[in-house]
C-alpha cells in the first residue's frame, strides 16, 4: 500500500474499516501512539514537570484515549474485528513518554546533575577515609558497597 493510499484511509471520516479493509490501522494506533508519547515527553520536559505521578497519569491517559477517541470517533472502527485495537502500542508510547521526559529533563538540568555528582563524590572520598582510619572507641565502622 503507497503512503498516500494509508494516508487518504488514515483522515477519512466515517470510513468504518475492520481487520480486512484497513490491517495496517494496527500499525497506525501504534505509530500515533508512540508520537503522542514524544510530543507529551517534549512537553513534560520543557515545562520542567517534576512530580512524576501526574506527568506519567496525563501522559498515559494521553496515549491510552486519544487514538481510542480517533478510531471511535472519527473512523467509526470495527474495534471488534482487531484482535487488540484498543490497547496495542500503549506501553511503547508511555514508553517513549518517559525516555524523552527524562532525557531533555537531563539535558536541561545539566548543572544540578554536576553538582549532584560533586556532592556524591565527596561524600565517597570522605566516607573512604573515615573507613581507613580507625575510631578511638575500638569500634570500626565500615560502609557497604554495591
Do not use: C
Not at 73 to 100: E, I, P, T
Request: hydrophobic content about 50%; overall charge negative.
Amino acid at each position: 500500500m503507497t503512503t498516500s493510499s494509508l494516508l487518504h484511509k488514515v483522515f477519512q471520516f466515517g470510513l468504518k474499516p475492520d481487520a480486512s479493509t484497513f490491517p495496517e490501522l494496527l500499525t497506525v494506533v501504534t505509530s500515533m501512539r508512540l508520537l503522542f508519547g514524544a510530543m507529551y515527553g517534549v512537553s513534560l520536559a520543557v515545562r520542567h514537570e517534576t512530580s512524576g505521578l501526574v506527568g506519567l497519569t496525563m501522559g498515559l491517559n494521553l496515549v491510552a484515549f486519544a487514538p481510542m477517541l480517533w478510531f471511535n470517533g472519527y473512523l467509526h472502527a470495527d474495534v471488534d474485528s482487531y484482535k487488540n485495537l484498543r490497547f496495542v502500542g500503549v506501553f511503547n508510547g508511555v514508553a517513549m513518554m518517559l525516555l524523552v521526559w527524562i532525557m531533555l529533563f537531563t539535558y536541561y538540568h545539566l548543572e544540578e546533575e554536576e553538582t549532584l555528582q560533586k556532592v556524591l563524590s565527596n561524600n565517597a572520598v570522605l566516607s573512604e577515609a573515615a573507613n581507613t582510619e580507625s575510631p578511638s572507641d575500638g569500634i570500626t565502622v565500615r560502609i557497604d558497597e554495591f
